[in-house]
């Protein structure tokens, strides 16, 4: 045995440790992206969640229909990682997809504070798609100086999702009409939900979370977290105050199962489990609950009108060109292929996806789902995205919606006081938001 | 080369006579400098990949900087946003609070696991691989499945306790439940690491020392307390510096662990200062005070490791 270290050595070597373990910090890299020579086209298209083009099989089709053109598509599950990803390519002007889906939520910030970082579709053969839209989705999309950034995807018309055989064990109204005829009012829901806490099997809650209920009652208004003139209001809103209430009011009741949305796995589980018997659900939901609830689940869940049959609006996305992009041309042709009317019809069959286009709300009028014990889908869906109002959006909708959330979670699961926990949500987005 | 080493003129070996200060000058400034470039390509390195983003990490600092934008001048501004920031001062009371609840377990059983593991007994090589198994698992892959047995309607951990008679606890919104939970997944992950590390160094302790205690009438404790302990104790320094280290940089397992979100929970209670950084700039996207928290990340750990090391040399004398 030779060379034990002395106890200065040892110092040293613990330091340089510490120093070089410091240092470890990881880089980001790019990827690569085909571009076009003779005749032959490589796309790139990176999207989070579940789009349905691949599911749909929609990519393998335009490759087939379009010789020489092939497409590359990622995606990455949760958006709250892909997002910041793809500011990071867009900012450095290198590894960007020729097509990226862009979140609703994102929208104002890409036109208020990147348009020049993606291209004007009015440029391109994507053009006349734009006039196909339900009124606001595209204006949306538009910068005040009249750029089109993105075309639509889906929108996320609202219903309530709920557990018809748990509704019937606690002697509640399991056809949608009767059920939604006891509910003309968010009040209504939650003295529903009362009624059904006092008689439900253990171990279930009225609905999944507080977080996901004030969604629900925000997304039928039309000035949320900004006013028409772009000023934040969040912290002034009548709507959002009422809102951020009822739905505290809620949790501290024991009415939700405190599981918080797409985070917590116990909400996962709790399709299948039981562990609540409503939830708000935007059309883009329908797919996620049956791919949780699995076979087993079918005939288990219907589908109703929100309260008093509101409109409401809760997600959906667009598709965008890079400007960085080497096959505008090409890219445009595709986002205007595969978010036309027919494409969008056939998704919102296989995924739930809610049209965008006119024409395709109309065609898909009459769907049913039998997973849903045939609910009449098409036409919930159809008619809470004619009653949704023109939503403002702004560019830090994200930020509050989220503060927000993360107040009630705190409400119903850690016995936080409503008032303070409303102080704490203002404070976070004041020290984020400014 | 196999062939003959024959002496070529003009190359290493300097012929007698013509100009022999200046070749010897030569070869004492080649003596003197061939070191400096043999470590060059590590300093290059280090240069290109460690110097340079910390530097460039506190230049950011000093500037706001919103992810696809221009940087803008704000001096030391971030700094006093940071320092007056309450998420700050809980991020870092979290880290120290996670950090101390997984360190002393993890490294008091890696000891204790080092001990049995030097006896000699069957089948010591494969409990010497296995100890390592965890730590070759993914932080993300582990950290998943901690979280599905930590589940509150259906975790496995919660249905244990149910059979002891205990009520199901919500491990993920409590406060000590969501630490504790966490902490364990780092005691899983790096309690088999330490241990190989103490059983080298309980090999590098003469045989001879433990024959001379046993001769004074040292019982198996007292050996361990008397003989093992001082004679680990450069390594045991090492771990502890090692995990600390580790501790103030915790990240993977509290993200995965709350879904994959850095809040940390409802009220960050398990929000480490890893987790606030990234929230910083991948949620807010805000760069510059991202870049403010690891600086100050960085400085903290260059206390704790030179308080660390003063206290190790004060009882080492």
Redesign the interface.
Known sequence: ?TG??T?RR??T???A?????????A?CGGGGSGNADDGTVELTVGLFGTFGYEEVGLFDRYEAENPGVTITYESTQ?E??YW?AL??R??SGSGVADVQGIEVARIADVVT??AD?WTDLRDTPAASAIGNYVEWKEPAATTADGAVLGLGTDIGPMGICYRTDLLGQAGLPTEPTALAARMQTWDDYVALGREYQAAAPA?SAWMDSAGGFYNAIVSTEQEIYYDASGALVHDSNPAVRAAFDTAAAAGQAGLTA?L?Q?????WD??FA?G?FATIACPSWMIGYIKGKAGDAGAGLWNVTTLPGGAGGNWGGAYLGIPAASENVEEAAKLIAWLTAPEQQAEVFASVGNFPSTTAAIEMVGDATDPWFNDAPIGQIFSASSTNAPVQILGPQDG?IK?AMV??L??VE??G?APADAWTAALADVT??VG | MPTVQRPVPGERTAPPGAGTPWRARLFRVEERSAPYAYVAPFFLLFAAFGLFPLVHTAWISLHSYRLGSEMEWLGLENYAWLLSNPAFYNALWKTFTIGVLSTVPQLALALGLAHLLHYRMRGRTFFRVSMIMPYATSVAAAALVFAQLFGRDAGAVNWLLGIVGVDAVDWRNGDWTAQLAISVIVIWRWTGYNALIYLAGMQSISQDLYEAAALDGASRWQQFRHVTLPGLRPTILFTVVVSTIGASQLFGEPLIFGGGKPDGGALGQYQTLGLFMYQQGWTYGSLGRAATVAWVTFLLIIVLVLVNTRIAKRRAT
């Open positions: 045995m034990r270290p106890p040892t110092t070597t613990a330091l440790t510490a120093v070089a373990g410091t240092l470890l910090l880089a949760g709250d990682t910041p500011q990071t867009l900012a504070n990147q970082l171990g405190r918080e797409f985070v917590d796995p116990g589980a709790g489990s562990s930020v989220s993360q107040a979670l705190s699961a850690n936080v020290n984020q």
